[in-house]
């Protein structure tokens, strides 16, 4: 068919106006993981606007509506900010203003995070998230708090001040088109800094430190393994020998410890909890608490060289980038502090005043109980507790999900907290979850206190209204004393086994906290020495219930190190504390490699199995990237408590490819303790024989364990077991914020692991987990403070400056790395350091 | 007969829209300045070449210049990763961006062109 001239022409119009819809379509709208080309792409507007953020800052001045004086901030080399503000509204107003210059995504991801916002940009990968936030109600926590605040109370007036800083920032950065590049691809805005979104930013940090599921682990434990059983292998207390920081004595309970009272878990229990753990494996990993393993120690008056006190702090966290921490220092009238504060937050947590410095680990008491709640078909949205049924109280959330419709989510909360996994009521049982974060909070005002603390009185005092999470505070002053308290709310229950599901009829219910009085605390001991690694912290003869072996508390191997290495020794250094902080001696092995060399010296052995002892026999028991023995030690350690509990873990079906935390590994912590006590005193302990099997010792399963080491390293690794490099099987990776590997830093072979005071927990060795094959927690900042010197020195793997391409994104990971430091400096000392930059900001 | 002064003043005001565009946030300059070309050159092939150097120009230029004082590969690099592109170390962003601008201004020239045409059976 020939068509009319009239008639192609037309067509090609049309055809023209196709394609070019299509182009046009492309760069308005996003496509796929695609952004909106032509807004992206802009030279001027579009992502490009970050290269030139990305350029070093320079001196000028600045236009600061809000501010009420000048302000002006140094900035040292490294990037670290020096805020010297006339007023303290001013400084609270700066840190926000310079929060949001170099760390606005991660706020923002921060907070939708913690409000369950997140699928709203990144669609349905996320709704699981939510969910679970919406569920866990970090907003409503914050915002009970935020509705709690006097209207003439400082802290309010902080939390506004900071907030107006974030905005005339994000204010700044929308006016001039230059957000940063994950606004432009993600094709969204920021809306407006509030109160409430520090507070949930707050709750985002309890969260990853004190949200854990234990009890419902403890209940898979019961159910396959028997109470008995399980409660051997996985006790309340440790069996080894360990170093609680308070050793007593104690005063006696105000109430008894409970006693246990469910010895079975039900069926239709286990049928809850498998849909909850199905639904908890859909969290990123910042959701749940996993091993936060932190140090912090003090020593004082002849084990300090200048006679005073000197401190030490790392708390060990996921490492991303851009990290955690901003490290800034900042002075007005009412504060004079430098330290590290988290981005959404407008102080300091970790750090000094001019009188005293302190630093926290995460104290890893049970925190988050969980209760079967009764619930029957003829009383729906029903549950029945003290005696009658009780209507549950309903939510409902619209989750908006980019590139699909709203979600609609309901959650149903019991007396005890809300139903977990939301939108699932199960006929006749229902579980909730009654989490001390959820409680308001009055930590932001503890943090406050703290900057302006000059004695150990006042630092006691700032936290007795602390909640959550429960944290070891170490604590050391310019008069040379040093302590160490945990404050926190330390959940007490009327009756019950708290580390497994609780009923929630009302007999199980929390009573109250352990008394501030007798949380663990010691200050000015006479051994001049105080350490905290996450172990349990007060003895065995403790008398309250605070926690178990189980993803409580710490194996407490790191406490013994400290422990070990601060005894033998006095008049320490600042450069001694450097190399304790980065030392990677694995205390477990300089108990237990003893014991394997004596056995394996009897033992018939073959050419690399003798060459893989002596290589064993003449180690140092450090788990440095060169060393092959630490790959023989480790790998045997893995091998070691398979070979043990393996063959029960098969006879009885325990859950382990369900739930991968149940996997015999060094992450069970209880069976790490259980294997070290019964290896150097109970070699004949009837767990060394499998069920059903000839009968086995210690000794035995030892040679077993090694011969299948050499095995696995040689194939692995090749035939030279000299050549078994530990940082060939160890890496580190210190992981975008973002998830991108492009953004990420490593892997790079690393020495340390889990237990060491360098810590770097991988699990190099998994298969059914390659996610853990890097290490991505260790030592997120690292502090030292010489109060007879009057210096402090500090580094964290990261850079101030979320900017990819800037200078100071990833400019101190090197030093991190090396362990080395810098030295915090004052605000005079800062502006005279060569390559310094000047900012003054003003009204 | 149109001069060669003509096609130069013509693409020079292409050029300066989209300039003027990229450094204004307004992308959608681009498809515009292309139509112009495409309305008002001919040939049709000279039209649409000189909407792709106008196009391509207008957003790699200021690109280019950006480069000579802040680290646009390192930029490239990171949306790349971010968006899941292969590492190129930034190159597929780079090229991406200038071809967009030739593309938008092409498409706006055919666009002429072909409006053009009609109106001229009309």
């Known amino acids: 068919m020939k068509l009319s001239p009239f008639t192609r022409r037309v067509l090609h119009f049309l055809l023209a106006l196709i394609v070019a819809a299509c182009v046009l379509y492309v760069s308005a709208f996003s496509a796929g993981p695609l952004p909106p080309l032509g807004a992206a792409l802009n030279v001027g507007y579009g992502v490009w606007t970050d290269a030139s953020a990305a350029l070093p800052v320079h001196n000028e001045t600045l236009h600061a509506p809000g501010l009420q004086r000048a302000v002006t901030v140094i900035f040292e080399r490294d990037g670290t900010a020096h805020i010297q503000a006339a007023t303290d509204h001013d400084l609270f107003w700066t840190i926000g203003y310079l929060h949001a210059r170099f760390r606005l995504t991660q706020m923002d991801l921060e907070r939708r995070q913690g409000e369950g916002r997140l699928a709203e940009i990144l669609g349905t990968q996320a709704l699981a998230s939510d969910q679970f936030e919406l569920m866990l109600g970090l907003q409503r926590t914050a915002q009970a708090e935020w509705q709690a605040l006097p209207a003439n109370s400082p802290i309010?007036?902080?939390?506004?001040?900071?907030?107006?800083?974030?905005?005339?920032?994000?204010?700044?950065?929308?006016?001039?088109?230059?957000?940063?590049?994950?606004?432009?691809?993600?094709?969204?805005?920021?809306?407006?800094?509030?109160?409430?979104?520090?507070?949930?930013?707050?709750?985002?940090?309890?969260?990853?430190?004190?949200?854990?599921?234990?009890?419902?682990?403890?209940?898979?434990?019961?159910?396959?393994?028997?109470?008995?059983?399980a409660m051997q292998w996985f006790p309340v207390l440790p069996p080894d020998m360990q170093h609680p920081y308070d050793a007593g004595p104690y005063a006696k309970a105000s109430s008894p410890a409970p006693l246990p009272s469910q010895l079975a878990i039900s069926q239709s229990t286990m049928n809850s909890i498998s849909y909850l753990q199905a639904f908890l494996r859909q969290l990123p990993t910042n959701a749940l608490r996993h091993s936060s393993e932190s140090n912090n120690w003090a020593v004082n008056g002849p084990k300090a060289a200048s006679g005073k006190a000197l401190m030490a702090g790392d708390p060990h966290l996921e490492l991303t980038l851009p990290a955690i921490w901003y490290q800034i220092a900042g002075t007005s009238p009412g504060y004079n502090f430098s330290g590290v504060s988290v981005p959404g937050i407008p102080t300091i947590l970790i750090g000094h005043n001019q009188h005293i410095s302190w630093s926290m680990t995460d104290v890893q008491n049970q925190s988050t109980l969980f209760y079967v709640e009764k619930t029957d078909k003829a009383h729906p949205h029903q549950y029945?507790?003290?005696?009658?049924?009780?209507?549950?109280?309903h939510l409902s959330y619209e989750i908006p999900v980019l590139g699909a419709a709203p979600v609609h989510d309901d959650v149903y909360l019991t007396v005890h907290g809300p139903v977990m996994p939301p939108n699932k009521l199960l006929s006749g049982q229902t579980i909730s979850v009654d989490w001390i974060g959820a409680?308001?909070?009055?930590?932001?005002?503890?943090?406050?206190?703290?900057?302006?603390?000059?004695?150990?009185?006042?630092?006691?005092?700032?936290?007795?209204?602390?909640?959550?999470?429960?944290?070891?505070?170490?604590?050391?002053?310019?008069?040379?004393?040093?302590?160490?308290?945990?404050?926190?709310?330390?959940?007490?229950?009327?009756?019950?086994?708290?580390?497994?599901?609780?009923?929630?009829?009302g007999e199980a219910d929390i009573t109250g906290s352990i008394p501030y009085n007798a949380v663990p605390q010691v200050y000015d001991p006479p051994d001049h020495m105080v350490f905290s690694a996450n172990q349990r912290p007060v003895g065995n003869n403790y008398p309250y219930y605070i926690g178990t072996t189980l993803n409580d508390f710490d194996n407490g191997y790191r406490a013994d190190e400290i422990y070990s290495a601060l005894s033998g020794q006095s008049q320490f250094t600042m450069q001694n504390m450097e190399q304790i902080q980065n030392s990677t001696r694995d205390y477990l092995a300089s108990l237990i490699v003893p014991q394997l060399t004596t056995t394996l010296r009897q033992a018939a052995l073959n050419n690399s199995e003798q060459q893989a002892l002596s290589l064993l026999e003449g180690w140092n028991d450090n788990m440095d990237a060169n060393s092959a023995a630490a790959s023989i030690w480790w790998t045997f350690w893995n091998r070691y408590l398979s070979d043990t509990f393996q063959p029960w873990w098969n006879a009885y079906h325990v859950p382990s490819s369900q739930d991968q935390s149940l996997v015999v590994s060094p992450d069970l912590t209880s069976l790490d303790e259980d294997l070290e006590s019964w290896t150097l005193h109970d070699q004949h302990n009837p767990t060394f024989t499998p069920p059903r099997a000839a009968t086995r010792d210690a000794a035995?399963?030892?040679?077993?364990?090694?011969?299948?080491?050499?095995?696995?390293?040689?194939?692995?690794?090749?035939?030279?077991?000299?050549?078994?490099?530990?940082?060939?099987?160890?890496?580190?990776?210190?992981?975008?914020?973002l998830g991108v590997a492009g953004l990420s830093y490593g892997p790079r072979g690393s020495g340390g692991d889990s237990w060491t005071l360098n810590a770097a927990a991988s699990d190099p060795l998994s298969a059914s987990n390659p996610e853990q094959s890097s290490a991505s927690a260790g030592p997120s900042w690292r502090m030292i403070v010489d109060w007879g010197t009057g210096q402090a020195v500090a580094v964290y793997p990261g850079g101030q400056d979320e900017n990819p391409a800037s200078p100071w994104y990833e400019n101190e990971i090197a030093a991190w790395w090396n362990g080395q430091y810098y030295p915090m400096l004052d605000g005079a000392a800062a502006q005279q350091q060569p390559g310094s930059v000047k900012w003054t900001l003003e009204n | 007969m149109r001069t060669f002064g003509f096609y130069l003043m013509i693409g020079s005001t292409g050029l300066a829209l989209t300039w003027l565009g990229v450094q204004s946030g307004w992308w959608w300059l681009t498809p515009i300045a292309g139509l112009l070309i495409g309305l008002l050159l001919r040939p049709a092939r000279l039209a649409i070449l000189i909407a792709l150097v106008v196009g391509a120009l207008g957003w790699g230029?200021?690109?280019?210049?950006?480069?000579?004082?802040?680290?646009?590969?390192?930029?490239?690099?990171?949306?790349?990763?971010v968006i899941g592109l292969t590492s190129s170390g930034g190159a597929v962003i780079i090229v991406l961006t200038v071809v967009l601008g030739g593309v938008l201004s092409v498409v706006g020239a055919w666009v002429g062109i072909a409006g053009r045409g009609l109106a001229a059976t009309g």
Not at chain 1, 384 to 393: I, L, R, S, T, V
């Open chain 2, 61 to 81: 230029l200021p690109l280019a210049i950006l480069a000579f004082s802040a680290p646009i590969g390192q930029i490239a690099a990171a949306v790349e990763s």
């Open chain 1, 156 to 229: 309010r007036q902080i939390l506004l001040a900071y907030a107006d800083g974030v905005n005339a920032r994000i204010s700044e950065e929308e006016q001039s088109a230059t957000l940063p590049f994950i606004f432009k691809l993600l094709n969204y805005q920021p809306r407006p800094w509030t109160p409430v979104d520090t507070l949930v930013v707050q709750g985002d940090l309890i969260q990853t430190q004190d949200f854990s599921t234990t009890p419902l682990q403890y209940a898979e434990l019961v159910k396959a393994l028997g109470y008995q059983r």
């Open chain 1, 439 to 505: 409680l308001p909070t009055d930590d932001g005002e503890a943090l406050m206190e703290l900057a302006h603390a000059a004695n150990f009185a006042q630092f006691k005092a700032a936290l007795s209204n602390w909640k959550a999470p429960t944290l070891n505070f170490v604590y050391a002053d310019d008069q040379g004393n040093i302590g160490m308290i945990s404050p926190g709310y330390y959940p007490i229950v009327r009756s019950g086994s708290p580390w497994l599901p609780l009923p929630g009829t």
């Open chain 1, 384 to 393: 029945f507790w003290n005696g009658a049924w009780h209507k549950m109280q």
């Open chain 1, 700 to 737: 035995q399963v030892m040679l077993q364990a090694f011969k299948e080491s050499v095995s696995m390293l040689g194939k692995t690794l090749g035939g030279n077991p000299g050549q078994w490099a530990w940082g060939k099987l160890h890496t580190r990776t210190i992981v975008s914020l």
